[in-house]
C-alpha cells in the first residue's frame, strides 16, 4: 500500500522567514496530494490541495509543488506569521480517496 | 455551524466497557470517514461510507468496532470492550462525491482516554 514520509518532524522559523515541508510517497498511482494544518484541540484543516495534472498550486501565502517523477511534493509558505504555528500534515491518494495516507507531520514553531 | 461535528469531545471510561461516538457530517456529502490518531502521528484511515453503505474498512479496524450510518446521514462507531491500545483521538470526515478525488472535511474528534 501507499507509504507517505514526511519532513522534518519540527521546523521553527523566524517571523517573516520562508517555511518549507517535503513529502515523499511510494504509491505512483497516487494523484491527490492535501496539506492539513492541525491547532491543538482541534481537527484537521485542509488548507491547499493538488492533483497529480498540474505541479504548482499557489494561494496567498501558501503554495504547493508536485514532482511526479520523483514522487515528492512540498507545501511553502511565505511571511510566516505566528498564527501558522501548528502541526502540518502532507498526504496522499487514489481515485475516491477511500484509503487516504497521511505523513506523521511537522511542527511548525513561528516565532515573533 | 455547518462543518463535521463529532460527540463527545472527550470520553474517559474504562478497561473492558464500551463506547459510542457520534459523527454529523456536513449535510449535503454522502461520503463519510472515521480515522484514528495517535499522538504525534498522522490520522489512519479506519473506514468509509458512501451513504449508508460501508465500502471499505482497514484492517486496523478490529472486531471490536463496528461503524453504522443507517440513514446516509450520520454515523455512528463503537468500540467493545475496549483495551488500553484504543486510546487516541477519533476523528470523522465528510467529502462531496463527484469526479476523481474531493477533499475531505474533518471534525475535531473524539479523544478516547482508557483508563
Known amino acids: 500500500g501507499e507509504n507517505v514520509e514526511q519532513h522534518p518532524s519540527t521546523l521553527s522559523v523566524q517571523e517573516g522567514d520562508s517555511a518549507v515541508i517535503k513529502c515523499t510517497y511510494s504509491?505512483?498511482?497516487?494523484?491527490?496530494f492535501p496539506w492539513y494544518k492541525q491547532e491543538l484541540g482541534k481537527g484537521p484543516q485542509l488548507i491547499i490541495d493538488?492533483?497529480?495534472?498540474?505541479g504548482e498550486k499557489k494561494d496567498q501565502r501558501i503554495a504547493v509543488t508536485l514532482n511526479k517523477t520523483a514522487k515528492h511534493f512540498s507545501l511553502h509558505i511565505t511571511e510566516t506569521q505566528p498564527e501558522d504555528s501548528a502541526v502540518y500534515f502532507c498526504?496522499?491518494?487514489?481515485?475516491?480517496?477511500?484509503?487516504?495516507?497521511f505523513g506523521a507531520g511537522t511542527r511548525l514553531t513561528v516565532k515573533p | 455551524d455547518t462543518g463535521v461535528s463529532q460527540d463527545p469531545r472527550h470520553k474517559i471510561t474504562k478497561r473492558g466497557q464500551n463506547v459510542t461516538f457520534r459523527c454529523d457530517p456536513i449535510?449535503?456529502?454522502?461520503?463519510l470517514y472515521w480515522y484514528r490518531q495517535t499522538l504525534g502521528q498522522g490520522p489512519e484511515f479506519l473506514t468509509y461510507?458512501?451513504?449508508?453503505?460501508?465500502?471499505?474498512k482497514s484492517r486496523l479496524l478490529s472486531d471490536r468496532f463496528s461503524a453504522e450510518r443507517p440513514k446516509g446521514s450520520f454515523s455512528t462507531l463503537e468500540i467493545q470492550r475496549t483495551e488500553q491500545g484504543d486510546s487516541a483521538m477519533y476523528l470523522c470526515?465528510?467529502?462531496?462525491?463527484?469526479?476523481?478525488?474531493?477533499?475531505?472535511?474533518f471534525g475535531d474528534g473524539t479523544r478516547l482516554s482508557i483508563l
Open positions: 470526515a465528510s467529502s462531496d462525491q463527484g469526479t476523481g478525488n474531493q477533499p475531505q472535511h
Open positions: 504509491d505512483s498511482a497516487s494523484n491527490y
Open positions: 493538488i492533483r497529480s495534472n498540474v
Open positions: 498526504a496522499a491518494s487514489m481515485n475516491n480517496n477511500n484509503d487516504m495516507r
Open positions: 449535510s449535503e456529502h454522502n461520503r
Open positions: 461510507f458512501q451513504n449508508e453503505a460501508q465500502l471499505e
